[in-house]
T-cell receptor, first 112, second 116 residues
Framework: AQSVTQLGSHVSVSEGALVLLRCNYSSSVPPYLFWYVQYPNQGLQLLLKYTTGATLVKGINGFEAEFKKSETSFHLTKPSAHMSDAAEYFCAVSITGNQFYFGTGTSLTVIP | GAVVSQHPSRVICKSGTSVKIECRSLDFQATTMFWYRQFPKQSLMLMATSNEGSKATYEQGVEKDKFLINHASLTLSTLTVTSAHPEDSSFYIC????????????FGDGTRLSIL
């Protein structure tokens, strides 16, 4: 069975500080991994995805994530937080493509 | 990037009314569309998976007679909440999927449904 765990439902960082949002997955086969961001009262916007190839994936808005198979992790990072990064972030895993498994989300607060 | 349009963005109506929500993929043909419900401060709850030209597959606990899904074309899926009641008030989000395993889902902006 596949599952996604996001450690930390709430993360607070100071503006300019490193952002680290954690995501671990469980999968019996190589997964496809995604990070989405959701702003209030909006749908989800794709930040980045990992399918195959390079394990360090760069996305929009300065975010990146690294697929670590040995740790079954796909943590999202950004070197310097902006106020506009405050939002809800969801990690998702897909195996066949027809079924996506979403984490419970991490709410990011950026402190000025 | 792929664009999914969801309409309306907000609905407020009386109890007993049926409400239709449209989800359109504007620049690609979506083999599959998904419908989610999201409660405040929570993750997405998959309601049903809709494939063009076939009946939707509903998740356990979702009433198919309550939440009617039609996927008549590769670019349009509709969700109708029949005889809506206050407990149906929620944020509903659709997504469209190209059908290839390594592709992401593309989400609409959601519909805030409020039943009085």
């Amino acid at each position: 069975a596949q599952s996604v765990t996001q450690l930390g439902s709430h993360v607070s960082v100071s503006e300019g500080a490193l952002v680290l949002l954690r995501c671990n997955y469980s999968s019996s086969v190589p997964p496809y991994l995604f990070w989405y961001v959701q702003y209030p009262n909006q749908g989800l916007q794709l930040l980045l995805k990992y399918t195959t190839g390079a394990t360090l994936v760069k996305g929009i808005n300065g975010f990146e994530a690294e697929f670590k198979k040995s740790e079954t992790s796909f943590h999202l990072t950004k070197p310097s937080a902006h106020m506009s990064d405050a939002a809800e972030y969801f990690c998702a895993v897909s195996i066949t493509g027809n079924q996506f498994y979403f984490g419970t989300g991490t709410s990011l607060t950026v402190i000025p | 990037g792929a664009v999914v349009s969801q309409h309306p963005s907000r609905v407020i109506c009386k109890s007993g009314t049926s409400v239709k929500i449209e989800c359109r993929s504007l620049d690609f043909q979506a083999t599959t569309m998904f419908w989610y419900r999201q409660f405040p401060k929570q993750s997405l709850m998959l309601m049903a998976t809709s494939n063009e030209g076939s009946k939707a597959t509903y998740e356990q606990g979702v009433e198919k007679d309550k939440f009617l899904i039609n996927h008549a074309s590769l670019t349009l899926s509709t969700l109708t909440v029949t005889s809506a009641h206050p407990e149906d008030s929620s944020f509903y989000i659709c997504s469209a999927f190209l059908g290839q395993g390594n592709q992401p889902q593309h989400f609409g902006d959601g519909t805030r449904l409020s039943i009085l």
